[in-house]
């Protein structure tokens, strides 16, 4: 491909511009590449027939490349490369959700976490895009320690764990032989481990590329005027006991995204009430934090062996309840007790960009449920974006994941406001 002393690194931005999420980004240099992440564009409000490849394709949801599955297109393209790889910066669907439509000869890395979490959540197949050629739901995923070099040819690429809101995220650092580069993922410095985040931030120190992420510039900050919104993951948790507190004879139940653990467990530990979880989040929280919690069948279906069955609920008694438990409400609104109160915290539906947000919202309001959206963002405030660059001094800024890349500055060198399919060299 060309001599050494001509050879130089390609970024190329496939997709996750000018959008939230669907971020692919490619990193080559000489016979090696690497791409990161490997999920598809949200858009709620459009209905399409189905989401086979080729679907995703025509509509511009995932970008034209050249590392899906012969098997799933009739435009497979063949590639110079030698080596290839995928790596997964955390578990958001947004970020992984076509790993199956991945060709199976190219690997794919990630760290632990983030592993333990796609194959649990996709264990019955309904969270990852499915194939017909995939056993077992989901495809092989590899693991790489935290922080540790891994070389695909002449690129070297290391994984730092940094705080968001999913468990196990991770920002990337990448080495080629002319350029260091850093890619954010999706990270913040307003959650549990905020000291990950700023220990990325110091390994990257004066790197020639960062791309980050900038979700918080997107909108404005008094967008979400009907939320409680804490400044903090301290703060949210805080926020919950005084809800509880607040509220001794009343029905309490709950609901969070699943991939948010530390948020699961500083409720668990906090809670003047009896925090009880459906099964299905109970099997999540003991193969990814080992932790065995009390839990209920939200429906009648086959039993998940790993459990306890010490700590199972009927959900009758759930039902009846309204002064012992506070519960993860996954079922059907029209069984909870009127005058009762559910708090939404980042669940799906994710808002009022959803369609399904108000059909969901409204069902609450018809039984005369009390509803109270208590939500925290995983990505950093327009303040932290500008700290995180400070603490990095890059030469060059390249924003991504956002709609407003040219909200974000850079005083220590160029920035860069890429298009979709364009490529930059070092």
């Not at 009896?274 to 099964?279: G, H, M, N, P, T």
């Not at 209920?296 to 086959?302: C, F, G, N, R, V």
């Not at 969901?360 to 950093?380: I, M, N, P, W, Y």
Request: include cysteine.
């Amino acid at each position: 491909m060309g001599s050494k002393a001509n050879q130089k690194t390609s970024i190329t931005f496939h997709s996750g511009l000018l959008t939230i999420g669907g971020t692919v980004i490619e990193v080559a240099y000489g016979d090696d590449r690497i791409f990161f992440d490997f999920g598809t564009e949200y858009h709620p409000e459009i209905k399409l027939p189905n989401e086979e490849l080729s679907t995703l394709l025509d509509v511009g949801f995932i970008p034209a490349i050249d590392i899906y599955d012969p098997r799933l297109t009739t435009n497979k393209k063949e590639s110079n490369f030698v080596n290839t790889a995928v790596f997964l910066s955390h578990v958001h669907l947004d970020h992984t959700k076509m790993i199956n439509y991945l060709d199976p000869e190219i690997p794919l890395y990630t760290l632990e976490p983030t592993k333990n979490l796609l194959e649990t959540l996709n264990r019955n197949g309904t969270f990852l895009l499915p194939s017909p050629y995939i056993e077992g739901n989901t495809r092989t995923i590899k693991t790489i320690a935290p922080c540790q070099d891994l070389h695909i040819g002449e690129l070297m690429i290391r994984l730092f764990p940094v705080d968001h809101d999913a468990y196990g995220a991770a920002a990337f650092l990448i080495e080629t032989p002319t350029a260091l580069i850093a890619y954010s993922g999706d990270l913040r410095l307003h959650g549990f481990d905020r000291h990950l985040t700023e220990e990325f931030c110091e390994a990257a120190q004066k790197v020639d590329v960062l791309m980050l992420e900038g979700v918080s510039i997107s909108f404005p900050e008094n967008e979400k005027k009907n939320e409680i919104s804490p400044d903090s993951e301290r703060a949210l948790s805080e926020q919950l006991v005084k809800l509880i507190q607040e509220n001794e004879n009343r029905q309490l139940t709950f609901n969070f995204y699943p991939a948010n653990i530390k948020r699961w467990e500083a409720l668990i530990d906090a809670s003047p009430r009896r925090v009880v979880v459906e099964a299905e989040m109970a099997l999540l929280l003991q193969e990814v934090a080992k932790r065995e919690v009390p839990y209920y069948y939200a429906e009648k279906k086959e039993r998940i062996g790993t459990l306890d069955p010490q700590l199972e609920y009927s959900y009758e008694t759930l039902l009846a309840d309204s002064t012992d438990y506070f519960w993860q409400f996954v079922g059907e609104v029209d069984s909870l007790q009127k005058g009762g109160l559910y708090i939404h915290s980042d669940a799906q539906p994710l808002g009022e960009f959803d369609p399904q947000y108000a059909i969901f919202r409204g069902a609450f309001e018809k039984q005369q449920v009390e509803f109270k959206q208590l939500s925290l963002s995983g990505h950093a405030k327009p303040a932290d974006l500008a700290e995180i660059i400070d603490r990095i001094k890059p030469a060059t800024l390249v924003p991504i994941h956002t709609l407003k890349p040219e909200s974000m500055h850079n005083p220590y060198g160029s920035r860069v406001l890429v298009k979709r399919g364009e490529t930059i060299q070092l």
